[in-house]
T-cell receptor, first 114, second 116 residues
Framework: AQSVAQPEDQVNVAEGNPLTVKCTYS??????LFWYVQYPNRGLQFLLK??????LVKGSYGFEAEFNKSQTSFHLKKPSALVSDSALYFC????????????FGSGTRLQVQP | EAQVTQNPRYLITVTGKKLTVTCSQN?????MSWYRQDPGLGLRQIYY???????DKGDVPEGYKVSRKEKRNFPLILESPSPNQTSLYFC???????????????FGPGTRLTVL
């Protein structure tokens, strides 16, 4: 079975500071990894994905994520946080073979203070 | 505008009263899916459909039904709702290449269901 852990329910960061939202995963085979963002009263929006290749993946709105196979992690990062980045962030994983469904983490609420 | 729409957005009902939540997409996507979102549990897949008349169970299918008679629509049916089905429901769609490999899905705005 595949699983995702987002160990922090909430992350607080001051505007302009770097941010990190943590994600670790467990999957049989090679992982496909994703980050989605959910703004209030909206559906999820795709941010970025890791399929293969470079371990540092760049996505929308200046976000990036680093795939670390030995630590089974896929942390989301941004060099300089904006107040508008405040939202709920979900990490998700699926294996490269077999069932297509994504397994989502429980979500991390990012709060950026002005 | 390319989008996934859901109706209703909010629904309060009582135990045992059959209900349907509609989902429609205008992007000609083959793949559609239903999720429920519960605090502390993230999103869990209920059912998905790879194309018209092709549906399959996700992780939490009990108590739900779906149908896929047309490509654009994928309604979620609760034949006899119970309070443990109180949740936030999301429909999503994707072209098959993205769904099978990249899982880059487009989500609807959500339906908040309360079953009393």
């Amino acid at each position: 079975a595949q699983s995702v852990a987002q160990p922090e329910d909430q992350v607080n960061v001051a505007e302009g500071n770097p941010l990190t939202v943590k994600c670790t995963y467990s999957v049989s085979g090679n992982p496909y990894l994703f980050w989605y963002v959910q703004y209030p009263n909206r559906g999820l929006q795709f941010l970025l994905k890791y399929i293969t290749g470079d371990n540092l993946v760049k996505g929308s709105y200046g976000f990036e994520a680093e795939f670390n196979k030995s630590q089974t992690s896929f942390h989301l990062k941004k060099p300089s946080a904006l107040v508008s980045d405040s939202a709920l962030y979900f990490c998700a994983v699926r294996a490269d073979t077999g069932r297509r469904a994504l397994t989502f983490g429980s979500g991390t609420r990012l709060q950026v203070q002005p | 505008e390319a989008q996934v729409t859901q109706n209703p957005r909010y629904l309060i009902t009582v135990t045992g009263k059959k209900l349907t939540v509609t989902c429609s997409q205008n992007m000609n996507h083959e793949y559609m899916s239903w999720y429920r979102q519960d605090p502390g549990l993230g999103l869990r897949q209920i059912y998905y459909s790879m194309n018209v008349e092709v549906t399959d169970k996700g992780d939490v299918p009990e108590g739900y039904k779906v149908s896929r008679k047309e490509k654009r629509n994928f309604p979620l049916i609760l034949e006899s709702p119970s309070p443990n089905q109180t949740s936030l429901y999301f429909c999503a769609s994707s072209p098959p290449r993205l769904a099978e490999i990249y899982n880059e899905q487009f989500f609807g705005p959500g339906t908040r269901l309360t079953v009393l």
